[in-house]
């Protein structure tokens, strides 16, 4: 069974690709990454707190990442896996992840903040937007990455919001109702037809977003 907590050298092998891929990001190469995630509507401070990263040149491994962003998954312990997002709607799948990696939550680090309530997204662009209006957030890579222990993290909490996309053939509420009954306190939220956490914010607002799970910040 691989190890959920990665051994020394690839925990090694991760931050150098990450300082890496951040570098490649904010340096010449990665303009067009950087224009890509600036109208995702990720902020700055968004995309430095996170890690994000340009695949400019791929370490051993990662080479079918050529040209992607690079997704660190950061822990207290450290960064224990990466995936990669195509930019835009080019060749290739939309995301990557390293063969053998077993499923984890993205932003665990959401976690250990002090706090009644959490949101639970489907991706990693939709937990990095909902942490960005001021939410606790972190998110499972698709229905299939979410494991029944995962629920375990959540306990405590007066209310965990679960926000469904629609804008992807029911997946969204699919992800949603798979979860929620593992939870205490669970509260489905799902976005207006046609949008998931992303596309919502980008044409309402963060506010819109805060409103729409009826938190007051």
Known sequence: MTSIVPEPALRSFLEEATARYEAALHGPAGIHAEEYLTNRGLSEDSVRSLRLGYVENP??????????????????????????????????????????????????????????????????????????????????????????????????????????????????????EKVAPQINNARISPMPGGHDVNSFFLESGGAALLDRLEIKK
């Open 59 to 176: 370490l051993p491994g990662h080479e079918s990442a050529h040209g992607y962003i690079s997704v660190p998954y950061l822990t207290r312990a450290g960064i224990v896996s990466v995936r990669f997002r195509r930019i835009g709607d080019g060749e290739g799948p939309k995301y990557r992840s390293v063969p053998g990696d077993p499923p984890r939550i993205y932003n665990a680090n959401a976690l250990l903040e002090p706090s009644d309530f959490i949101a639970i997204c489907e991706g990693e662009f939709d937990t990095a937007i909902t942490r960005q209006v001021g939410i606790p957030a972190v998110g499972i890579a698709g229905v299939s990455a979410w494991k029944d222990y995962f629920a375990r993290c959540f306990k405590g909490y007066k209310a965990v919001y679960i926000l469904a996309d629609a804008d992807d053939k029911g997946q969204g509420m699919e992800f949603a």
